[in-house]
């Protein structure tokens, strides 16, 4: 599995601890190798087919959905594995490319990758630009410093303090949404620090320079389980969806593959392995569908 760096280098050195491996991720193999569906591989589109290769642009420090190894240099974590199964069932290779975020959904309407997974919401408005083949479902959470852990409970407690969140997410409009809820009602506004990606925020709440970070509930979890006590995930999760791999609106036939051979994993138990591996089994899927996110 190649991951191709196309942008800075990564900088994780001054996470901290926060983001350390676990353990062994990279070596266990959670599922055994897929076989190559025909069928399947013959929707495929014919520059996918012709080259063998499906260039996927993923994150690299979302953990455990996708982060580094302790080697600090291969990629491991539910996302590239699931992505990869998906490419035994197709029959070609998956390659990896490191994108932001906020620059996936042009990368796949311009064509630049063939696929994008990195723990986005199929959300309606997002659903006007790409096509989503949901894979997991998931929420919101905030993180904070032990000390804040009585403090803050809600996006409702941040009046008056900093919250961290990253760049282009569906936290970031929350931050920015309960900003103006908190001046509504003549209190202090929230103060939003924006970052390109999840270390910039994981810095800014180790640091003290935000009171919270706002972000997923898979990473809140692991964070905060990684952190010895540092770090508490606080309060309920709030707005449950699903995350969904993108595709480009133009291409059915690609997003019916990718749908179908998803669907071969839930039902020859690959995916349920991936998702156990991972620690990740509540956000399980009882089927794969396209653009199943809220209406």
């Given at each position: 599995m190649r991951f191709t760096h196309t942008a800075a280098a990564f900088g994780l050195a001054g996470l901290l601890s926060l983001t350390a491996c676990s353990g062994g991720g990279a070596s266990q193999a959670a599922a055994p190798a897929q076989q190559k569906n025909q069928e399947l591989h013959d929707l495929l589109p014919d520059k996918i087919k012709k080259s063998g290769t499906l260039n996927v642009a993923a994150g690299h420090n979302y953990p455990p959905l996708v982060f580094l190894d302790t080697d600090n240099k291969s990629v491991i974590g539910l996302e590239p594995e699931l992505m990869k199964a998906i490419g035994q069932v197709l029959g070609v290779e998956v390659t990896f490319s490191q994108a932001s975020f906020d620059s996936l959904i042009a990368g796949v309407?311009?064509?630049?990758?063939?696929?994008?997974?990195?723990?986005?919401?199929?959300?309606?408005?997002?659903?006007?630009?790409?096509?989503?083949?949901?894979?997991?479902?998931?929420?919101?959470?905030?993180?904070?410093?032990?000390?804040?852990?009585?403090?803050?409970?809600?996006?409702?407690d941040l009046c008056?303090?900093?919250?961290?969140?990253?760049?282009?997410?569906?936290?970031?409009?929350?931050?920015?949404?309960?900003?103006?809820?908190?001046?509504?009602a003549g209190k202090p506004a929230v103060q939003v620090l924006v970052f390109p990606d999840t270390v910039g925020c994981l810095q800014a709440v180790s640091t003290g320079r935000a009171n919270a970070f706002i972000g997923g509930t898979p990473t809140i979890t692991y964070q905060a389980e990684q952190s010895g006590g540092r770090m508490k995930q606080v309060g309920e999760p709030y707005r449950f969806l699903p995350y969904g791999i993108l595709v480009n609106k133009e291409d059915q036939n690609l997003s019916k593959a990718v749908q179908q051979a998803l669907q071969k994993l839930m039902e020859n138990g690959s995916y349920t392995k991936i998702l156990g591996k991972w620690k990740m089994s509540s956000g399980a899927l009882d089927k794969a569908v396209i653009n199943g996110g809220e209406s």
């Open positions: 309407q311009a064509r630049r990758y063939d696929l994008a997974i990195q723990a986005m919401l199929d959300k309606p408005e997002r659903r006007e630009k790409v096509t989503f083949v949901d894979y997991f479902k998931t929420s919101s959470s905030l993180l904070v410093q032990e000390k804040d852990a009585q403090a803050i409970k809600s996006l409702d008056g303090k900093t919250a961290a969140v990253e760049q282009g997410t569906a936290q970031a409009d929350d931050a920015e949404q309960q900003k103006k809820k908190c001046t509504d």
